[in-house]
């Protein structure tokens, strides 16, 4: 059993005590992921989330979750879960374009917090103080319950990655836009892959290189075939996470099921913290085992991914657009989160 597992398991016992409820009356909510089973976030979500919030309602909720897309897919679930179609699920923002405009805002902040508490701290922050986030949410008919969090960003490379100048000149992948852009200021040259297709993709050599969150890499395999690994704790995957329930369901649920499942929320977040440090390091001990080579970023990298003249442009480009799409004080949204970014870096 992986330290990972051991955790995953010392975690779901004692995440919260057993209530005294009867379970005759319990009823049954269905939770959708368009992930399968078997990575750091999935395995978290079933072993220690779902089975904290049936123990702190006492068994009146039952949960019965779908993972890797069987009920709703990765651009499916939050209209699903605002549909009903399952009471509960998961979304990557990224995923929603055009529904889910502010939450983007945090891809423009490529160095943030390098513990998970941290970062939680940000998110919660940007939910009281940006109206617009929990707006987004609203409209889609859901209630926010939680948030984790991918590992930091991580370059799985073909050819030799001594520090970021290793990117220079060769084809990588990224997943979305804004990191599409941070490569080519890197020196890289941006392309776009689907995620389904990038292990064949390096393997075939249509890519030198993929950046990615660690955990996904390492889940994907991609380091099996692109074993150059490039990699800093403090490059967190930036957008959060985000768990919902359909808000006609919460609301109507009392206000003690409604308080019960909150506070399981809250103490499982709490929880993955030491999920999220225990894994990053797991992954690194066993591509080192491997005999992958595993190289930790520079300052003088981080500040160039950084890249503070350029980061300024692409955020003005950021407003522009997210303006033009509909948020009508995108540039309120842009200097409060940069705003909390700040104070988050402090902490």
């Not at 084809?171 to 490569?183: E, F, P, Q």
């Not at 890289?188 to 996904?216: E, K």
């Not at 003005?316 to 540039?331: F, M």
Request: hydrophobic share 45%.
């Amino acid at each position: 059993m992986t330290l990972f597992n051991r955790k995953l398991r010392a975690l779901a016992a004692g995440v919260v005590a057993c209530a005294s409820f009867g379970t005759a009356d319990a009823a049954t909510l269905k939770y959708s992921d368009h992930d399968a089973t078997g990575g750091m976030r999935t395995n978290f979500v079933k072993e220690v989330w779902l089975p904290a919030i049936e123990e702190k309602t006492g068994g009146e909720i039952k949960i019965r979750p779908f993972f890797g897309g069987t009920l709703l897919g990765n651009k499916e679930v939050l209209g699903g879960v605002g549909d009903k179609v399952a009471e509960m699920g998961f979304a990557f923002p990224g995923h929603y374009p055009s529904q889910m405009i502010a939450h983007s805002v945090f891809s423009m902040f490529p160095v943030g917090p390098m513990d998970f508490e941290d970062q939680a701290w940000l998110y919660h922050q940007a939910y009281e103080r940006v109206p617009e986030l929990k707006g987004e949410l609203e409209a889609a008919g859901v209630v926010p319950l939680m948030v984790t969090a991918g590992l930091p960003g991580a370059f799985a490379g073909k050819n030799a990655l001594s520090g970021l100048s290793g990117l220079e000149g060769d084809k990588w992948r990224a997943g979305g836009k804004w990191l599409l852009r941070y490569l080519e200021a890197a020196g890289a040259q941006p392309v776009s892959v689907p995620w389904g297709d990038v292990y064949v993709a390096l393997q075939t050599g249509t890519i030198d290189g993929v950046f990615a969150n660690y955990d996904g890499i390492h889940l994907m395999k991609f380091d099996e075939v692109a074993s150059n690994l490039l990699i800093s704790p403090s490059l967190w995957y930036a957008t959060p996470f985000v768990y919902f329930m359909n808000k006609g369901v919460y609301d109507g649920l009392s206000d003690e099921t409604r308080a019960q499942i909150d506070e399981a929320s809250r103490e499982a977040e709490a929880k993955f913290a030491d999920v999220y440090r225990a894994t990053f390091q797991e992954i690194r001990a066993t591509q080192e085992a491997a005999g992958y080579t595993v190289t930790e970023m520079s300052d003088e990298d981080i500040a160039a991914w950084t890249n503070a003249e350029n980061l300024e442009k692409l955020q003005a480009e950021w407003v522009a657009e997210a303006e033009a799409a509909g948020l009508a004080n995108a540039a309120a949204v842009m200097e409060t989160v940069r705003e909390i970014h700040a104070e988050a870096m402090s902490r």
